[in-house]
């Protein structure tokens, strides 16, 4: 076998290499330039440093608000309001929800047949193993056709559940943030 893609693969590769190449001596050279403006790098660290997210201050303390600490968990502490918290949550969800799917899938295929994880995935070397592999794959397919279309019901089902849930729990949270802190809305 030939990949008549070859030349084309190696010209991505070449542009990649110089693109990371570039990007590495304009780092280099930026970090060795001198600093000509001492006052406008000053005045955009304090900037910077007053731009940070930071804990509320404790009512009677005169001392400067401290910085969050990095095991704050963002799916129940808002610490850039509730919409950053939200946001979060929206990722855990994703996350969840993925794992969930592949693990029924999982368990689905160990229960059933394992051919369900390795159909579309082997190769064969001769063409007569290419024949073979194919009525195969077409045989095993169509006999457990009915798992993947019921897997795609139940999943189809239980994501329009989930995901309603979840977007009943994420007005419930904001509603909950919105009760406990004053915002503009309030006035």
């Known amino acids: 076998c030939e990949n008549l893609n070859q030349y084309y693969w190696y010209a991505m590769f070449v542009f990649i290499g110089l693109g990371n190449i570039f990007v590495v001596a304009w780092i280099v050279d ?3 330039r001198p600093i000509v403006n001492q006052d406008g790098l000053k005045t955009a660290l304090d900037y910077r440093s007053r731009s940070k997210v930071r804990m509320p201050k404790a009512p009677g303390s005169e001392e400067g608000r401290e910085l969050w600490p990095l095991d704050t968990n963002l799916l129940k502490q808002p610490v850039a309001g509730v919409g950053v918290q939200l946001h979060f949550n929206f ?7 993925a794992l969930a799917i592949g693990l029924g899938w999982l368990i689905l295929s160990l229960s059933v047949d394992e051919a369900l994880l390795i159909l579309g995935t ?3 070397k001769t063409a ?5 592999l194919v009525a195969w794959g077409y045989e095993t397919q169509q006999r457990l056709m009915w798992t993947k279309i019921d897997f795609v019901v139940v999943t189809y089902l239980l994501t329009v559940l989930a995901c309603i849930g979840f977007g009943i729990r994420q007005l ?3 509603q909950k943030v919105d ?5 503009h809305k309030d006035y």
């Not at 990722?91 to 929800?97: D, E, K, R």
């Not at 009760?179 to 915002?183: G, H, I, L, V």
């Open 179 to 183: 009760m406990q802190n004053s915002t």
């Open 128 to 132: 007569r193993q290419n024949c073979i």
């Open 30 to 32: 930026i970090s060795r």
């Open 91 to 97: 990722q855990f969800f994703l996350i969840v929800w």
């Open 122 to 124: 082997r190769r064969a």
């Open 172 to 174: 419930r949270i904001f």
